[in-house]
């Protein structure tokens, strides 16, 4: 997105007319001088004031945590970390793609001649940024952290809800007030990690 640049002292500027949100500036900073605000204390915090805690984790945590972790072992991991239950948003995916299916055959090709998934917030600000002709295009169904999200909150209402997945640009989506998301918090692999 060429959203980094310099400032007159050569110190790094974010242009944030260009920033998605995607982190590619956190990963690629070769200081390791950009960082997100984690809300791992948060999180800690809302488990230590006895809140019921229950992650939704993104299916991709296959891979993430080492070759021993499967999904036999995720639960139990996450429970002695102190979360109540675990939820995989593969099921918020499963409804997303419903919603997303149930658009297409309503706007394509009577209205739109494609739609784009609207999973990713920094792919959907990338598409409004560079290509805003398309932004009609963008499917307007919940994503699946939104859609795992309510299913829980509607079940346990009382519940925080941590998302943890693999990418930072779900902090933005989470705190989006357009978007009643449901989340409460937001951890990426690596900072569940650093529970």
Not at 53 to 59: D, S, W
Not at 62 to 73: W, Y
Not at 142 to 150: E, I, N, S, W, Y
Request: hydrophobic share 45%; with cysteine; net charge negative.
């Amino acid at each position: 997105m060429d959203a980094i640049g310099s400032d007159e002292l050569g110190r790094a500027k974010i242009d944030y007319d260009k920033c998605v949100s995607c982190g590619m500036c956190l990963v690629n900073c070769p200081f390791g001088a950009i960082a997100d605000k984690s809300q791992i204390f948060q999180v800690i915090q809302s488990i230590n004031q006895g809140d019921r805690v229950i992650a939704a984790v993104a299916p991709a945590f296959v891979g993430q945590f080492g070759p021993d972790m499967t999904p036999e072992k995720l639960k139990p991991s996450m429970k002695l970390l102190g979360f109540d239950d675990v939820v995989e948003v593969a099921i918020g995916a499963d409804l997303c793609v419903i919603e997303e299916a149930a658009d297409f055959l309503e706007e394509v090709p009577e209205k739109h001649k494609f739609m784009v998934t609207s999973c990713c917030p920094s792919w959907s600000d990338m598409v409004k940024k560079l290509f805003p002709q398309f932004e009609k295009n963008i499917s307007v169904a919940f994503t699946p952290m939104v859609l795992t999200a309510r299913m829980i909150k509607r079940d346990h209402p009382d519940c925080k809800v941590v998302f943890v997945g693999p990418c930072d640009s779900k902090k933005l989506e989470a705190r989006r007030e357009s978007v009643r998301s449901d989340v409460d918090f937001v951890l990426t692999f690596e900072e569940a990690l650093g529970i």
